[in-house]
């Protein structure tokens, strides 16, 4: 009975089968223990994101419903219990790790993705960060993951899907600073992107509301501000390398404070975020934020760092003192 299906993968392959019955095809080949296919989890693994990168790369053309499918089976595919069975037994299946950077820049075209899909994807990808320089040995590699969480959408979110989405990436890039900190320090720019990215979203969700979900909204918000103020500790104490771009981290955050009122508890865990970046800049950087912010800007960065000066750098420096 098995070999009526052994010849699953040939019609997978061939370019006479119509992309519908591919799907069918597929959906079968993976529950069933009739198809015989060598290596199957593998193969029909690669064969799903082989169609979605062709797609994506404009390799080959299906109708809209077909792209659904191929996601919609994917994602079932990598939450499945067989998937999950397979790997307790102790074997392994691999999304190698541009393949992953790939999928997160392509499902974060469709918000829709971003709870079933994304955020899976981007928790494997972080978890391999996780490993450090012996699993993941090519810088190019964690600049790419950089690359794909600038695509991952914070806007028009529901609640609950924004602070998921918003934790997964400040877990991606605390994976990089903190098992990565030597890309983290040649790839600045593009995580400084990413890190703003989080800083002007939550500034926008963390404003003064009065509507009736404020309450919950709020909670999420002051979560999230919590989460900047970690990652502003651990940029602090990465590198004094770092100090080079310091500035341009004030710069942002003054910019965007200008535009909004922040709730006064999202407002201190930022500022407090933004007192340790603060630390690092030097003398000349001061002066370069005070004579070229714009007008307004400068007025809202002049507030900050007076109240950086009296409170936080008397008190670091008495600390200092202190332990001395």
Not at 242 to 269: C, G, N, W
Request: net charge neutral.
């Amino acid at each position: 009975m098995a070999a009526i299906y052994s010849g699953i993968y040939l019609k997978l392959k061939s370019a006479q089968t119509p992309w519908e019955d591919k799907i069918k095809l597929a959906r079968f080949a993976w529950i069933s223990s009739q198809c015989l296919l060598p290596n199957k989890e593998q193969v029909l693994l690669d064969w799903c994101t082989h169609a979605l990168t062709g797609w994506y790369k404009k390799k080959v053309d299906f109708p809209q419903n077909v792209l659904d499918g191929l996601w919609c089976y994917l994602d079932d595919l990598l939450h499945s219990r067989k998937l999950h069975s397979f790997l307790k037994q102790g074997k392994s299946i691999s999304l190698r790790l541009n393949m992953a950077q790939f999928l997160i820049k392509s499902s974060s075209q469709d918000v829709s993705l971003n709870l079933p899909f994304t955020i899976p994807v981007m928790a494997t990808v972080t978890a391999l960060l996780r490993q450090g320089e012996g699993v993941i040995a090519n810088p190019h590699h964690v600049t790419m993951v950089l690359g794909a969480l600038q695509w991952v959408p914070l806007d028009h979110l529901a609640p609950a899907v924004y602070e998921a989405t918003f934790t997964a990436i400040h877990e991606t890039l605390f994976a990089i600073i903190k098992c990565h900190p030597q890309v983290m320090l040649k790839a600045a720019p593009s995580f400084l992107n990413v890190f703003y990215r989080l800083v002007a979203s939550i500034m926008q969700e963390g404003k003064q509301r009065k509507d009736t979900d404020a309450v919950f909204l709020d909670g999420i918000s002051l979560r999230c501000s919590m989460l900047v103020e970690r990652m502003c500790s651990h940029i602090a104490a990465t590198s004094e390398d770092f100090t080079t771009l310091s500035a341009f981290i004030v710069a942002q955050y003054v910019t965007e404070l200008q535009k909004v009122t922040l709730r006064p508890d999202v407002k201190m865990h930022l500022t407090e975020g933004i007192y340790m970046i603060l630390d690092l800049c030097l003398e000349q950087d001061i002066k370069f934020l005070m004579a070229g912010l714009q007008t307004g800007v400068r007025e809202v960065f002049n507030e900050l760092y007076s109240s950086y000066t009296h409170y936080h750098k008397t008190q670091r420096q008495g600390e200092e003192k202190y332990t001395v």
